[in-house]
């Protein structure tokens, strides 16, 4: 069964560095989304990607984020300067048409110190 | 904003009890969908459902909307351990690109 697939599964940070979230999606989906989830909170939207550009972010996709396709199957978070609060499991998803029925991968669980 | 509240927020029963979660939201729903978490893991999706009174099972979940009072329920038939974990229901808006997730429900079926 196709999956997403994310690495690292958990990485750890000094704050101040950058940080690149990595993820496979389902080969044959064409939207892709990162979310995340401070431990214990809701799983937050943070933006949603399509024809090679962002289509929707959230407040908290702010400058110190950005999201890339370089090569037609990875899409990867880059963080430039992690802050504590950046901690979080960060999830990618992809689906074939909108948000309907998206896939989540298994998170990659970033711990900024 | 469109917020989705879950009740209950966690919930223990015993191995062969039925339960049921619901998710309640502030605004119309257009798309509805139900994912399971363990804890610190990923989110599998188990449902969606799009109309109103729409019913969907998957071995012994079942999901229902009922669009005029803006909610969900999931409900499971003789749990079991495998059902532990965080249920969360998750809603889109049309023209939109985004889920917005609810609070979660934990459960804990205990053997």
């Known amino acids: 069964e196709p999956e997403v697939t994310q690495t690292p599964s958990h990485q750890v940070t000094q704050m101040g560095q950058e940080v690149i979230l990595r993820c496979v999606p389902i080969?044959?989906?064409?939207?892709f989304y990162w979310y995340r989830q401070i431990l214990g909170q809701k799983v937050e939207f943070l933006v949603s990607?399509?024809?090679?550009?962002?289509?929707?972010k959230s407040e908290i996709f702010d400058d110190q984020f950005s999201v890339e396709r370089p090569d037609g199957s990875n899409f990867t978070l880059k963080i430039r300067s992690t802050k504590l609060e950046d901690s979080a499991m960060y999830f990618c998803?992809?689906?074939?048409?909108?948000?309907?029925?998206?896939?989540f991968g298994q998170g990659t669980r970033l711990t900024v110190v | 904003s469109q917020e989705l509240e879950q009740s209950p927020q966690s919930l223990i029963v015993q191995e062969g009890k039925n339960l049921t979660i619901n998710c309640t939201s502030s605004k119309t729903l257009y798309g509805l969908y139900w994912y399971k978490q363990k804890y610190g893991e990923g989110l599998i999706f188990l449902m969606m459902l799009q109309k109103g009174g729409e019913e969907k099972s998957h071995e012994k979940i079942t999901a229902k909307l009922d669009e005029k009072k803006q909610q969900s329920s999931l409900h499971i038939t003789a749990s079991q351990p495998s059902h532990a974990g965080i249920y969360l229901c998750g809603a889109d808006r049309p023209g939109t690109y985004k889920y917005i997730f609810g609070t979660g429900t934990r459960l804990k079926v205990l053997a």
């Open positions: 080969s044959n989906h064409l939207y």
């Open positions: 998803a992809s689906s074939g048409g909108g948000p309907t029925e998206a896939f």
């Open positions: 990607f399509y024809n090679n550009e962002i289509s929707e």
